[in-house]
């Protein structure tokens, strides 16, 4: 899979150091693989959630990776990272 933006893991990384082992270790396991559809993508994370439309979150220690995943073309759009706590604001923000 084609990971768009490795950027965006980096930089979030730089400000939570204890995140970088962890985000690079998903970044090369999703660039290895082929993902057909969500079942395969749950057989390598098995917490991942899936909230429709090909929206993905990542639990990665102690962060949550927010992705578009397009199947058809191969590519991981990255949309969000954030911490527990940055996730959990936006999202009851989202809900109001």
């Not at 400000?15 to 559809?37: N, Q, S």
């Not at 749950?42 to 992705?67: A, H, K, M, Y």
């Amino acid at each position: 899979m084609r990971v768009i933006a490795r950027r965006t893991l980096n930089q979030f990384a730089e400000r939570h150091a204890e995140t970088k082992v962890r985000l690079d270790g998903w970044y090369h396991m999703v660039k290895r693989a082929t993902y057909a559809g969500p079942h395969h993508v749950q057989r390598d994370f098995p917490t991942v959630s899936f909230l429709g439309d090909g929206v993905t979150v990542f639990n990665i220690g102690s962060c949550r990776l927010e992705v578009h995943m397009r199947y058809d073309l191969g590519i991981v759009f990255i949309r969000s990272i954030d911490t527990h706590e940055e996730y959990d604001r936006r999202n009851k923000a989202r809900k109001k």
